[in-house]
């Protein structure tokens, strides 16, 4: 008997530094591994955004080891969800994949209480996509 295979979805975002990876987090801890998550950007930043990792730290996530990646092809091929924050263009398209945009804000360079809205936005979108994949 084979062992059916985990949805994987995929965030990208930019500079894979906060929407993304605070995306990745929510969903890593709902799905209770029952989904598998990556997150990747196509400027990919030299770090996570400290206001991310202060407001996802104050959920009770830890993000410090997680760090920004870049996005590629074969991330996208491998995915069956994909989801963008702010990308554009840069995302290639496979058919047979679902593929939403989520428009959210940009947390880089925002205070600690805008990154809290952004933060409580994705946990919502999370929430409903958990609920419609598992």
């Not at 730290?57 to 590629?72: H, N, R, W, Y």
């Not at 995302?91 to 947390?107: Q, V």
């Amino acid at each position: 008997m084979t062992t059916p295979q985990l949805p994987m979805v995929l965030f990208v975002c930019v500079h894979n530094a906060g929407r993304s990876q605070m995306a990745a987090a929510y969903l890593t801890r709902m799905a209770e591994g029952r989904v598998e998550v990556r997150s990747a950007g196509s400027e990919p930043a030299d770090r996570l955004t400290p206001a991310v990792v202060e407001a996802m730290a104050e959920v009770g996530i830890d993000i410090t080891a997680e760090q920004p990646k870049l996005l590629t092809t074969d991330a996208v091929r491998a995915a069956d969800v994909v989801i963008t924050m702010g990308c554009g263009d840069t995302c290639p398209i496979f058919p047979g994949k679902r593929y939403e945009d989520w428009p959210l804000d940009d947390p880089a360079g925002q205070g600690t209480d805008t990154v809290r809205t952004i933060r409580d936005d994705i946990e919502n979108r999370v929430r409903t996509l958990v609920a419609e994949l598992t």
